[in-house]
């Protein structure tokens, strides 16, 4: 059963039973609600920027050990970086759940367990939800504060 | 567990018949398919039935005056016989569509657009597919109809008494499923048709997951539409069934227009065929109408009512092997008189599509999801479920198999 183990590292175990960065924001600089209408699973992402840096981040909801290990290893690897360097990190991620990019395990962290997921193109979405999540709130950050200055 | 010898037909025999069934898989471990209320594998004898027809007959059906045409023709209508005859229908009023949700789009649009005003009702009930909704919302959302939802009881029936309060002098169709996909329930649609038609309402009944696996009698349920889809019944995938009460489609217009479904057309405009080609625009399904007309002979064979009497039995072992499963939820009735053969349930701690993938791995195959039923899931105060369905090459085996994986399943994920 060697493909069940590749899929669901102890790693990845871990981070669902005992989740990072879980709940909501009181003060969010910005929110995205996003779902899997696949199967329903649904992520809420809040971020708080502080001079350019995600000085927080939380996902909340609901969903498969995929996603939510994926959500609470976002939190650990976004956490800190400005802007730009998350959405470099997000992207790197993409490609690698994509098949398209070797994992950087100093970028990914945790994240870097994810990678047998690649392997099983259901499940991509489920690892990709809170992750773009983060891509969809960074941009809604910069639309709100290029409107409001 | 349920005495396995007790079962009604002899499954592993017939399981010999569908070569995914047979064929050994590469990890050596049997295949144990627990998805049929999502499509049923196919028995040899149909595939063979469409493999010939390409082979020995095939030409486009109606218009040719050759030989091989006229066979084309037989073969192909031969199909709507079969399908007529398994539901006790006339053939006049079988339609050919794509599948069931075209059957369903067909009604709403030829009907339901032309004729549903503003503040007419159609109702629906909480359990029904979305193919059974959605097409009614759209129609509605242009005619400024209403869809109502009837509530399903916890146990997971029709609430029959508030179904009874909603059906009124407003109410325009009453469109119900017949056994529902996600929890198994056998709804008395016989009854609910009775009292939609005591309110002057036109009737529509899903039969997507009963015609495959019980005696359906059109005539007896008398409702003014029925549909069911080919490839849940050991058919091919891209043919349904609407079968309509004959004076609706002469009265009906057209649902869509083009070669076949016409009698004459002019610059000024066109008149159309007779029932049920009027419904048929252009070349149709042929291989696939010969396809279900085999499946429909091999359900024959097998016999509708033992393949009830196999599901009960396999409902049985199910319910008691599910039972042994620590953690476990099941949605839907518990009594095997009153259930087809869906089975969804949720695993304490461990998410439906965890649940899916894990059995995946123990050569068991469910579906995990909503299986199409979004306002039930709410209802149920849940996002997904996982689900497994039996058909009538389902053997006690294969049930053990799903409990056994379900059990190592909730370990491996640590659910305490």
């Known amino acids: 059963m060697g493909g069940l183990d590749d899929l669901y590292q102890q790693l990845i175990l871990d981070h669902y039973r005992n989740r990072r960065g879980r709940g909501r924001l009181e003060g969010a600089s910005a929110s995205v609600h996003e779902n899997n209408p696949v199967c329903g699973d649904e992520c809420f992402l809040d971020i708080l920027v502080e001079d350019g840096r995600l000085a927080d981040i939380r996902a909340d909801g609901d969903g498969c050990s995929i996603s939510q290990a994926a959500a609470s290893m976002l939190t650990e690897a976004a956490r800190g970086r400005d802007l730009d360097d998350a959405l470099a990190l997000v992207e790197h991620f993409r490609l690698v759940m994509h098949g398209d990019a070797e994992p950087e395990e100093d970028l990914l962290g945790d994240a870097v367990a994810l990678e047998g997921v690649a392997r099983y193109p259901v499940r991509v979405k489920c690892a990709l939800l809170s992750w773009l999540a983060l891509r969809d709130c960074i941009a809604e950050y910069r639309e709100t504060t290029a409107m409001g200055g | ?416």
């Open chain 2, 1 to 416: 567990m349920g005495n396995p010898a007790q079962i009604a037909l002899d499954s592993a025999r017939l399981r010999a018949e569908f070569p995914i069934l047979a064929a050994p898989r590469p990890d050596g471990g049997a295949l144990h398919y627990l998805d049929s209320a999502a499509t049923s594998q196919k028995p040899q004898r149909v595939l063979d039935a469409m493999d010939a027809y390409y082979r020995e007959a095939n030409a486009n059906v109606h218009r040719g005056v050759y030989h091989l045409a006229a066979e084309a023709t037989d073969r192909f209508e031969a199909g709507r016989d079969a399908a007529a005859r398994l539901v006790n229908h006339p053939r006049e009023g079988t339609v050919f569509t794509k599948n069931a949700t075209e059957a369903i789009n067909l009604v709403a649009w030829a009907w339901g657009a032309r004729e549903l005003t503003a503040g007419d009702e159609v109702v629906v009930t909480m359990m029904e597919h979305h193919s059974n909704t959605v097409p009614w919302q759209l129609v509605a959302a242009m005619t400024g109809a209403v869809v109502r939802f009837c509530p399903v009881t916890p146990e997971g029936d029709i609430d029959m008494d508030a179904l009874r309060g909603m059906i009124g002098p407003r109410t325009r169709m009453v469109a119900v499923v017949h056994v529902s996909n996600t929890l198994g329930t056998i709804n008395p649609v016989g009854e609910i048709v009775a009292m939609a038609h005591a309110e002057g309402s036109l009737t529509l009944v899903d039969a997507t997951q009963s015609v495959p696996h019980m005696p359906v009698d059109a005539a007896s349920i008398g409702s003014d539409f029925i549909v069911f889809t080919g490839h849940k019944m050991c058919g091919p995938t891209g043919i349904g069934v609407l079968a309509a009460a004959p004076g609706h489609l002469r009265a009906m217009e057209p649902f869509l227009g083009g070669g076949e479904m016409i009698s004459d057309v002019t610059t000024d405009g066109s008149t159309w065929n007779d029932i049920p080609w009027k419904f048929e625009a252009g070349t149709p399904p042929i291989a696939e109408a010969v396809g279900l007309g085999e499946a429909v002979r091999f359900l024959e064979d097998v016999g509708p009512d033992r393949i009830r009497a196999h599901e009960q039995e396999i409902a049985r072992v199910m319910l008691d092997a599910l039972d042994e499963v620590p953690g476990l939820t099941l949605y839907g009735p518990r009594d095997p008189q009153r259930r087809g053969a869906s089975f969804s349930f949720a695993l304490d701690g461990v998410h439906p599509h965890d649940i899916g993938q894990f059995l995946d791995s123990r050569g068991v195959c469910v579906r995990a999801g909503h299986h199409c039923t979004k306002p039930l899931m709410r209802a149920l105060g849940v996002q997904s479920t996982a689900r497994a369905s039996a058909y009538l090459y389902t053997t006690a085996d294969d049930v053990i198999a799903l409990r056994d994986a379900l059990v190592e399943c909730r370990q491996w994920f640590g659910a305490a």
